[in-house]
């Protein structure tokens, strides 16, 4: 399966002074637990690979 998704952005700031926007991605829909299995609290490992490509994984 494949959906489409828009990278928004965080701002984030410090007491000192603010930090640079990053980019943020928020992963919420019933595709979720219903083909991927994953549930609230699992674990899971987020591999970066090249440009454009993120693996997630669940731990067993």
Known sequence: MK????????YRER???????????VIANHF???????SVSDRITVEYLK???????KLT
């Open 3 to 10: 959906t489409q998704m828009t990278i928004s952005s965080q």
């Open 15 to 25: 007491k000192s002074r603010d930090l640079d926007i990053v980019p943020k991605l």
């Open 32 to 38: 979720l637990k219903n083909i991927s299995g994953l």
């Open 51 to 57: 440009e454009g490509q993120i693996i997630i994984t």
